[in-house]
């Protein structure tokens, strides 16, 4: 996998600190889609900027064999991060997820829910972050796993990617009921995703952000982008 110099990295990033910003939070929770430990500890090191790594399996289409293991063998994993260090190194992750739901959410990306799901209830003090297929409206579904039969604290939940269905208020709100946090994370990701769809303008989603505030949903909503392929 082709990696941006970690100059250019730290370039970005003491922009950001230039802003303000102080923390980080890295959703890259798999060596299947890029995770580097040792490199997130060498950015916060030469910049001083406080990088929360994640841990969790994504999408099966990326993982692989890696997610094909028992619930408990997947919750290990992530345990084993969290509290002893990502891989040989001592690095431990502070978040969990990205974890992934496709629009097909295969029977391997169930287990890995109800494993990531079975970690945070092991760990009560750490957030839960799920990747969404925006375009569709599977939260019922996947807080049935998570809240329902799993017993995971709502808000210890955030679902990422709720751009897309912005303007499907009834739905929003159907979520943010059950006391979850949506994630607003594709501001400024101008592109189209190849049998899902367009992802929402900027206009768009802070008109959708904003009604959702008007509705007294402020403590529920949270703004990042996603520069995996963000358009410069």
């Not at 303000?20 to 798999?30: C, E, F, H, M, Q």
């Not at 509290?83 to 001592?90: C, Y």
């Not at 209830?121 to 799920?130: F, T």
């Amino acid at each position: 996998m082709d990696r941006k110099p970690i100059e250019d990295v730290i370039f970005e990033i003491n922009n950001f600190i230039s802003l303000g910003g102080r923390t980080i939070v890295d959703a890259t929770g798999s060596e299947s889609i890029g995770r580097d430990a040792q490199a997130l500890r060498e950015v916060a090191l030469k910049t001083g900027l406080n990088i929360v790594a994640s841990s969790g399996p994504y999408l099966e289409k990326f993982e692989s064999q890696r997610i094909h293991k028992t619930v408990d063998e997947l919750a290990a994993t992530i345990d084993k991060e969290l509290n002893q260090g990502i891989g040989d190194t001592d690095i431990r992750a502070g978040m969990i997820g990205e974890i992934g739901v496709s629009p097909t959410f295969t029977e391997a990306e169930h287990n890995s829910l109800r494993a990531a799901s079975l970690a945070q209830i092991n760990n009560p003090h750490v957030a839960m972050n799920i990747h969404m297929p925006g375009w569709l409206r599977r939260g019922d579904e996947v807080l049935d796993i998570v809240l329902g039969e799993m017993g995971v604290s709502p808000n210890k939940v955030s679902l990422a990617h709720s751009d897309p269905s912005g303007k499907d208020v009834a739905y929003q709100r159907k979520m943010l009921d059950k006391g979850v946090w949506l994630e607003f994370d594709m501001i400024g990701l101008d592109i189209t995703f190849p049998k899902e769809g367009i992802a929402p303008g900027v206009q768009e989603t802070a008109d959708a952000v904003a009604h959702l505030i008007e509705l007294g949903y402020a403590d529920q909503l949270v703004l990042s982008h996603d520069v995996f392929l963000k358009q410069m």
